[in-house]
């Protein structure tokens, strides 16, 4: 699915990135927190990143920790680099509760992340989130395309879901579950 000259950008916990360059790879692994991927499919240019909390912090509007910071930035972040807002599509991955009696922080990740999409106005192209397992992501900033590999220990599980994009726009990719 992905060119054979990949340069692989690897986005942890509290980062972000943005690209226009062919041959970019996004990639991040996820349990609770959210990574979104934003995606201008006519300026060709995407973005992700990895928050591990929703919201904000109350005393500190710039940690990266929080969701409301990490999608400010990543969404100026895109807009600096040549994006039109108007055109942005999100993807979502992540958001799972992978682990029992640490509460359902990967359930309010997701609906942070979820309604903050939708406040913003953008097109909401892919939404792999919930669940109890994690994820790894990666993500062509240039064609939208997403591959997800659910980490699950016991069972490996392969599935291949086609993106449906209702435009007039050549596609801009396919997310395989595998």
Known sequence: MFDRKETMIHIIQGQFEVSDRPGDIMTTVLGSCVA????????RIGGMNHF??????????TNVKYGAYSMEQLINAMLRAGAQRARIEAHLFGGANVVKGLGRIGDSNR???TDFVRREGFALRTDDTGGIFGRRVRFDPITGRSEVRVLNAETPVV?????IVPRAIEPSGA????
Not at 36 to 43: E, I, Q, S
Not at 52 to 61: H, K
Not at 159 to 163: A, H, I, Y
């Open 175 to 178: 997310v395989e579950l595998f």
């Open 111 to 113: 609906v942070f992340a």
């Open 52 to 61: 591990l909390l929703p919201g904000s912090d109350p005393d500190d509007r």
């Open 36 to 43: 979104a991927c934003l995606h201008d499919p006519v300026g």
């Open 159 to 163: 599935q291949q879901v086609e993106r």
